[in-house]
């Protein structure tokens, strides 16, 4: 196999094939060894990028997450608790800042579309939709979350997003469709279980 067809493989290797660094530089970098600190950033580093590309709106949004990401496993290694738990705490790190981010998005977005103040019930009532349409949007499949996220939330034009997802038009046009139909059937199953 050539060297080019192996990069590729490995680029898209599951977690399963993959493996994060070993228990025993684990447990170094706990008790404080900074060789074994460094080694573990290093070897942790591809897997938290995978998680962040898998799980932010955006490109910058993911790296920008990913580097939060290290900077807490470096400064905060000793405070993890069994060794194997690195990657679910690397995991709820990535995801967490991921959605704060997304927060802040939104966030920015409605405070420019506001024109007048909202009273604290309708504020509330806007925080839970968010939430709800947030969480429908996150059980969306990958390919099709990042879609409707660029053209829908960000409002990047469609060729902006082909060219940023390496799509063809038909191809991004198709995932756009089936993430929406998907969103508002999850939204609509929703409105029609909650109590009146």
Do not use: N
């Amino acid at each position: 196999m050539c060297c080019s067809c192996v990069r590729g493989r490995d680029r898209v290797a599951s977690p399963t094939r993959s493996s994060w660094p070993a228990a025993q530089l684990v447990a170094a970098a706990q008790s404080g060894d900074e060789a074994s600190i460094a080694a573990l950033v290093s070897g942790a580093h591809p897997h938290v990028r995978r998680f962040a590309f898998s799980l932010c709106a955006s490109s910058q949004d993911a790296e920008d997450a990913a580097q939060e990401a290290m900077i807490v496993l470096f400064s905060r290694i000793g405070t993890l608790r069994a060794v194997g738990a690195l990657a679910s705490w690397m995991f709820q790190i990535v995801r967490h800042e991921c959605l704060r981010r997304a927060r802040a998005m939104s966030g920015r977005q409605e405070r420019v579309a506001e024109a007048a103040t909202p009273s604290a019930e309708d504020d509330v009532l806007a925080r839970l939709e968010i939430e709800r349409v947030a969480a429908a949007i996150a059980s969306l499949p990958a390919d099709q979350r990042r879609v409707l996220i660029m053209r829908d939330v960000q409002g990047l034009p469609g060729r902006t997003v082909t060219g940023l997802l390496g799509l063809s038009t038909a191809a991004m046009k198709s995932r756009l469709h089936r993430a929406r139909a998907a969103l508002r059937a999850d939204l609509e199953i929703h409105d029609e279980s909650t109590p009146q």
